[in-house]
């Protein structure tokens, strides 16, 4: 358990001892958590709308929680761009391919997993943001009502301390919010 409330396992190796990669995140049940990661992992952020063990290995690198894969094939079976493509012709592509970047942290993705339960200091939404490149993954809770500046300050404290300013960040934010981001950075 981190200090911020969330909680964390690791891969574990042949002989017992724990990888020293990213810790996978644990996905509380009852929430909407795992539905919001599957649209993601599956739909938009490493789109493309893999096959169910295509989009496990995506999910198990950085995810646990029990009986993931089965959760997975129904999600896929509801989705309806995957309805609507015959299996083995085409796959649907994510709508715009950015070209691979040359440093890793210089293009990052900043997603918001929204309405979860709150917790006990007040948190309902995980902000995650990946490395474009090497795929790697930070996360922070944070609260969703949160302005601008709060999580300006959050984003600093959990990631720029890190890795410094990326030089380009694609997120599912509102315009708006993002340019009064980067004046706030
Ligand atoms: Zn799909």
Redesign the pocket.
Known sequence: MEDNGLLFTRHWQQDDSPREDDAMLCVPRGDNLGYQLFHKY??IELGG?FGANRTYKLLAERFFWPRILPSIKSY?KS????QCTKPGRTT?RPLMMLPVPQDCWSRIGIDFITKLLTTGSGNDCITTIIDHLTKRVHWFPMKESMSVQEFTWLFVKHYVRLHGLPSVIVSDRDTRFMSDFWQEV
């Open positions: 599956h739909d709308h896929i989705c309806d761009t995957c649907p």
